[in-house]
């Protein structure tokens, strides 16, 4: 095995001059925790406000190294442990360059290539599969790359509005900009998504997707360094294979995009309502039936358009929220009736607020509770709509079990096939899905053996239910467990071989490498981290 070394200090100089100054060495946010350690001064006062802001996005999205999954850090530096543990990097890179360029992103390939060094790209640093962090390597961070366009667009598939962004754009940022043309794109729910980093490259689901589609199959365009370091636009007719591979095929692996060209689309009415309820203990079946005449009624909404967006634990039921873009307040309340009056048969109590707003924007700001960062550890499936049609009561048994092991279960109830759907590389498994479904085990920020515990419970217990009723169906690649058994068919289902082909195709040396990315089998992360050549 050929380990990739990691940088030599002194060669670092001369690349950080020819930057401009932009190569930033990490510091571990948490430094301030830890006494003794190599970073920085131990300063309880800034521990204290760190923790505070621990679980907001931008506390990491600001930094260049901070990975916003917990479990990625593998405790070699959080500030929740006792000051006289270490610090270390540990899987954090180790260097980031602060890209504002094209320029930075050849220079950054250039010298980590010539180095052979390992290349982590980091936009906004959401990725749950440890994709944006990386043992000793140095991090292309696109974050600042948040430049914006709107255009009357002109190709052969498409004549109309169109807005390009640079990939660090944020999801609540784009969606302003494109309200103040009076348009909307597909954003995801959580407001600091980038949007043309791994979330479009992806896949992309949220409020709009039932109505307009998912994220990827709104691009019209991408532009792209590729491994070998040339500037190329990918279009339906142009580098056709790497815009169909790039369009849902997965971050991180087939170049570093520059910027995305998507459709938008004229403003329009939204209603949107949200529901809690509770579990009386002594009445739980009526509980769990509830939450079925909720769940079963809400799919034919879907097929207009409409998304719900739940979250289930043995104890709480809460929607919020369920959008039906395009709709009226009355249309909607028709459909939630059947849920309320039998909330109201049962005597459950219960929160509902429902509301028309003249456009989307207001809606989705108006559901805009700072999204915390997710303090658990997940896995995914994605539920294909014959499951929910057939096999109901024993979906409902399944996700009964796995909440009773102390997992909560999120639900995106959506339709991304009522549109045309383009030809693109989203795992077609997507096209028959009902519901997407995160199951997501609390993270334990002083315990390393609870946590291993409940990522094995993930794996082999909790989504194996799920597995057994859905068969051939498969899981988001962006929201789906780290430990994934054949990853290659569920996240990419029947594309992989020519996924794999493409990839080889614009990166024949496999200079990009991102976890459980299409083509990543051809490295093994040895068991400090490091990338080793597989035999
Ligand atoms: C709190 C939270 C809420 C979420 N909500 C949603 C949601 O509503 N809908 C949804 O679909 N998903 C959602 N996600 C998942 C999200 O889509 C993925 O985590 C996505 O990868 C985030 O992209 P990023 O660019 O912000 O993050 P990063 O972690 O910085 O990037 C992820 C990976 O994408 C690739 N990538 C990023 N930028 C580039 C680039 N310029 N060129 C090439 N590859 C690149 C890289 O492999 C990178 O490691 C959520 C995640 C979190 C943490
Ligand atoms: C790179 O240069 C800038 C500006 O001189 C400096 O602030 C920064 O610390 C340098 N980075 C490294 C890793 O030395
Ligand atoms: C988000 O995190 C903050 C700070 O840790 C906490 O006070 C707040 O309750 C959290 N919000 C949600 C919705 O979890
Ligand atoms: C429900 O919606 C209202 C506005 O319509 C909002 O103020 C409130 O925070 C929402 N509650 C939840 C739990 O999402
Ligand atoms: C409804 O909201 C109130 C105030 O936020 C809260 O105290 C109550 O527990 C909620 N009820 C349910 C059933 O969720
Ligand atoms: C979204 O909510 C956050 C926190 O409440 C707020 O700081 C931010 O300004 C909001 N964004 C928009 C566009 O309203
Ligand atoms: C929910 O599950 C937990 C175990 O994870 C259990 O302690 C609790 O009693 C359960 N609550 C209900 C209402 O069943
Ligand atoms: C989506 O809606 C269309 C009708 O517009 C329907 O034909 C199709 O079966 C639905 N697909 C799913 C997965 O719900
Ligand atoms: C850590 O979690 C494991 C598994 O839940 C438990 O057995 C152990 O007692 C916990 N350790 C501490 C120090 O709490
Ligand atoms: C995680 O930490 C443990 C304990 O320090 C260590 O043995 C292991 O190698 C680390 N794993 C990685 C991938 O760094």
Known sequence: MVARPSLVLGVCDAFNVSLGGKLIATVPLPSVSHLNNAFTTYDPG???????????????????????????????????????????IGPLVRYSVKATSVRDYQQTIQFTKQHNIRLVIRNNGHDYLGKSSGVGAVALWTHHMKDIEFSDYTSPHYRGRAIKVGPGLQGIEAMAAAHAQSNVLVVGNCETVGVAGGYYQGGGHGQLASWLG????????????????????????????????????????????????????????????????SIDPQFSPRFWEVVQIFVAGIQPLTDIGGVAIWELTNRTFVVSPVTVPGGTQALLQTWLQPTLELLVRYQMSFNYTIHEYTTFYES????????????????????????????????????????????????????????????????????DT????????????????????????????????????????????????????????????????????IKLKYDPDHFFYARTAVGSEY?????DGRLCHAV
């Open 214 to 277: 998912l994220a990827a199959d709104q691009v019209l365009a991408w532009d792209v360094v590729t491994a070998a370091d040339e500037v190329i636009t990918a279009t339906p007719t142009q580098n056709p294979d790497l815009y169909w591979a790039l369009s849902g095929g997965g971050g991180g692996t087939y170049g570093v995009v520059i910027s995305m060209t998507s459709k938008v689309y004229p403003e329009l009415r939204t209603a949107t309502a949200n529901l809690t309820f």
């Open 364 to 431: 989705y700001r108006e559901m805009n509770r700072s999204s915390n960062v997710t303090e658990y550890q997940i896995g995914g499936r994605l539920i294909p709509r014959s499951t929910v049609d057939r096999s109901l009561s024993k979906l409902f048994h399944a996700l009964q079990t796995i909440t009773e092991h102390g997992a909560v279960v999120s639900g995106v109830s959506l339709n991304v096939s009522r549109t045309p759907v383009p030809d693109n590389a989203v795992n077609p498994a997507w096209r």
């Open 523 to 527: 490295w093994v992360e040895s068991v």
């Open 46 to 88: 800034a521990c204290e406000e760190l923790r505070s802001v621990w679980s907001y996005p931008s506390t990491h999205t600001r930094d260049s190294a901070s990975p916003m999954a917990p479990w990625v850090g593998n405790f070699s530096c959080e500030p929740f442990l006792d000051a006289r543990t270490p610090c270390q």
């Open 434 to 501: 009902a519901i997407s479904i995160v199951i997501a085990m609390p993270f334990d920020y002083h315990n390393r053996t609870a946590n291993r515990m409940s990522r094995g419970l993930i794996t082999s217990t909790l989504l194996p239910l799920l597995e057994e009723l859905t068969p051939g169906s498969g899981a988001y690649l962006n929201e789906a467990d780290i430990d994934q058994p054949n990853w290659q068919s569920t996240f990419y289902g029947s594309n992989y071989a020519q996924l794999a082909a």
